[in-house]
């Protein structure tokens, strides 16, 4: 939407936004729920580190399927049609994963809702972006990153209430049930909210232009913006497709001097970077990091549920910020305060002793490691957790906008699954040091690529997007 037009209807703009964005909210509690459910995981299916590594990470290899293929049929059955479709997969595997008795039946499940995961990932931050004006289209697509890191958060209170109403995480709940399987059945509320959600927003007017459907994107652009805007809006949207106006395809995306173009290229450092610096162990494992520093599971609990309440404080302020300073500026102060930030953990983990097995951190180097992991957090979440999203969702010219968010969540999520499985056996290898010392690594060669290939795209309109 152009930043001259002062008739954008923005009332309906946030809330279709909201809407959206409890895929977000479904997304990370999706991936946090799992967090307090290890130790019951391990215990009800007698499973070692490695095939608890997979369980876990399980998840992740639908996601990938999920953000690929979402990304490819989102291009022929519209963006919220597959949102509906992940809403219920969500609910499925909810259920699912907390009725489980197997490995094999609880990865199902668990693969399940990777691709709602996957979906939603991709999906949501590209739908806000197809119906927000310009000049807001970053803070009301990192509203995104609040959404996830609430589900996050939330995920984290509800196990800890669960675990500590129950006296452990493998003990009953309630109804003969043990205390993990409730932690994943609490979903079941906002996957049922998500679905019926969805029934009330209308489809992307952009998707609805580049499949021929005028007079329906036309009709949704001036809910948008108003009747007078309308039709200027569907000619600048329809001239920004190819030449032929042949549908959007997968086939768009191929270069022939680079095999596929160059944005898409950088669409997928950024998904990949995103991960290398190993976030999702923060997430998915902070309870097993802290108890392997010598916390107890209630205090190990406790601590991911004061992390993530920093990382929504952090979103908010990138959600404040992206549309004054910029997405690269973000990016490239992020990378280097988690760089920094990495590199102390590191350091406490590789320099603290070892008591029965277990790391002994002392009354100051125990302090010095949780806030360093709070100021990396922080740092990740002013800067690549949301701005990632952002630009994935905005950076692709309209043609390829599907297509090209389809590899780079492809490559999100194979990055995060290649982070998730490895960290248990990087645990009992290299240990902590290690584990975060590689960490470390890939936050400071982002500082680089966000420097070289990295462009600014505040304030451009997506008909503008070049690539």
């Given at each position: 939407?152009?930043q001259?037009?002062?008739?954008t209807?923005?009332?309906?703009?946030?809330?279709?936004?909201i809407?959206?964005t409890?895929?977000?909210?479904l997304?990370?509690?999706?991936?946090?729920?799992?967090?307090?459910?290890?130790?019951?995981?391990s215990?009800a299916?007698?499973?070692?580190?490695?095939?608890t590594?997979f369980?876990?990470?399980?998840?992740l290899l639908?996601?990938?399927?999920?953000a690929?293929?979402a990304?490819?049929?989102?291009?022929k059955?519209?963006r919220?049609?597959?949102?509906?479709?992940s809403a219920?997969?969500?609910a499925?595997?909810?259920?699912?994963?907390?009725?489980?008795?197997?490995?094999?039946?609880?990865?199902?499940?668990?693969?399940l809702g990777?691709l709602?995961?996957?979906?939603?990932?991709?999906l949501?931050?590209?739908?806000?972006?197809?119906v927000?004006p310009?000049?807001?289209?970053?803070t009301?697509?990192?509203?995104?990153?609040?959404?996830?890191?609430?589900?996050?958060?939330?995920?984290a209170?509800?196990n800890?209430?669960?675990?500590?109403?129950?006296?452990?995480?493998t003990?009953?709940?309630?109804?003969g049930?043990?205390?993990?399987?409730?932690?994943?059945?609490?979903?079941l509320?906002?996957a049922?909210?998500?679905?019926?959600?969805?029934?009330?927003i209308?489809?992307?007017?952009?998707?609805l232009?580049?499949?021929?459907k005028k007079?329906?994107s036309?009709?949704?652009l001036t809910?948008?913006?108003g009747?007078?805007?309308?039709?200027?809006?569907?000619?600048?949207?329809n001239?920004?497709?190819?030449?032929?106006?042949?549908k959007?395809?997968?086939?768009?995306?191929?270069?022939?001097?680079?095999?596929?173009?160059p944005?898409?290229?950088?669409?997928i450092?950024l998904?990949?970077?995103?991960q290398?610096?190993?976030?999702?162990?923060?997430?998915?494992?902070?309870?097993?990091v802290?108890?392997?520093?010598?916390f107890s599971?209630?205090?190990?609990l406790?601590?991911?549920?004061?992390?993530n309440?920093?990382?929504?404080?952090?979103?908010?302020?990138?959600?404040?910020?992206?549309?004054?300073?910029?997405?690269?500026?973000?990016?490239?102060i992020g990378?280097i305060?988690m760089?920094?930030s990495?590199a102390?953990?590191?350091y406490?983990?590789?320099?603290?002793?070892?008591?029965?097995g277990?790391?002994a951190l002392t009354?100051?180097?125990g302090?010095?490691?949780?806030?360093?992991l709070?100021?990396?957090?922080v740092?990740?979440?002013?800067?690549?957790?949301?701005?990632?999203?952002?630009?994935?969702g905005?950076?692709?010219?309209?043609?390829?906008?599907g297509?090209?968010?389809?590899?780079?969540?492809?490559?999100?999520?194979?990055?995060?699954?290649?982070v998730?499985?490895t960290f248990?056996?990087?645990?009992?290898g290299?240990?902590?040091g290690?584990?975060?010392?590689?960490?470390?690594a890939g936050?400071?060669?982002?500082?680089f690529f966000?420097?070289?290939f990295?462009k600014?795209?505040?304030?451009?309109?997506?008909?503008?997007?070049?690539g």
């Amino acid at each position: 939407m152009s930043q001259k037009d002062d008739s954008t209807n923005m009332g309906f703009v946030i809330l279709i936004s909201i809407v959206a964005t409890i895929g977000g909210f479904l997304f990370g509690f999706d991936s946090g729920v799992i967090n307090g459910t290890v130790d019951g995981l391990s215990l009800a299916f007698g499973s070692n580190a490695a095939g608890t590594g997979f369980a876990v990470a399980s998840m992740l290899l639908g996601c990938a399927a999920g953000a690929f293929f979402a990304g490819t049929l989102a291009d022929k059955a519209g963006r919220r049609s597959i949102l509906i479709v992940s809403a219920v997969f969500f609910a499925v595997s909810a259920w699912g994963s907390g009725i489980a008795h197997g490995t094999g039946e609880f990865i199902f499940y668990r693969l399940l809702g990777g691709l709602a995961v996957g979906a939603a990932s991709v999906l949501a931050p590209a739908y806000i972006s197809e119906v927000a004006p310009a000049k807001y289209r970053g803070t009301l697509s990192s509203i995104q990153q609040i959404a996830i890191i609430s589900g996050l958060f939330l995920a984290a209170l509800s196990n800890y209430s669960i675990a500590k109403a129950a006296g452990g995480s493998t003990l009953e709940f309630a109804w003969g049930f043990d205390a993990w399987r409730w932690m994943f059945w609490i979903e079941l509320i906002p996957a049922i909210t998500f679905f019926f959600a969805l029934l009330l927003i209308p489809e992307s007017p952009r998707f609805l232009v580049a499949t021929g459907k005028k007079e329906k994107s036309i009709a949704v652009l001036t809910r948008l913006m108003g009747a007078a805007n309308a039709n200027a809006k569907y000619e600048e949207i329809n001239s920004s497709l190819a030449g032929d106006h042949h549908k959007p395809s997968l086939k768009d995306i191929v270069d022939k001097k680079h095999g596929i173009r160059p944005i898409v290229w950088i669409g997928i450092g950024l998904a990949v970077f995103q991960q290398f610096v190993g976030i999702n162990v923060v997430f998915y494992y902070s309870a097993v990091v802290w108890q392997a520093a010598g916390f107890s599971e209630g205090q190990a609990l406790l601590t991911t549920v004061i992390t993530n309440a920093f990382s929504i404080g952090a979103c908010v302020a990138a959600t404040m910020l992206v549309d004054k300073v910029g997405r690269k500026p973000l990016l490239f102060i992020g990378s280097i305060g988690m760089a920094i930030s990495l590199a102390v953990i590191a350091y406490v983990f590789v320099t603290a002793g070892v008591v029965d097995g277990k790391l002994a951190l002392t009354s100051s180097t125990g302090p010095i490691a949780l806030v360093s992991l709070i100021i990396y957090v922080v740092f990740f979440n002013i800067s690549w957790g949301p701005i990632m999203w952002v630009m994935l969702g905005e950076m692709f010219p309209n043609q390829i906008r599907g297509s090209g968010l389809a590899i780079a969540g492809l490559a999100q999520w194979g990055a995060n699954f290649l982070v998730t499985l490895t960290f248990p056996m990087l645990l009992s290898g290299i240990g902590l040091g290690g584990a975060y010392g590689l960490y470390t690594a890939g936050a400071v060669i982002s500082v680089f690529f966000v420097h070289k290939f990295v462009k600014e795209t505040k304030g451009i309109e997506l008909e503008d997007m070049q690539g």
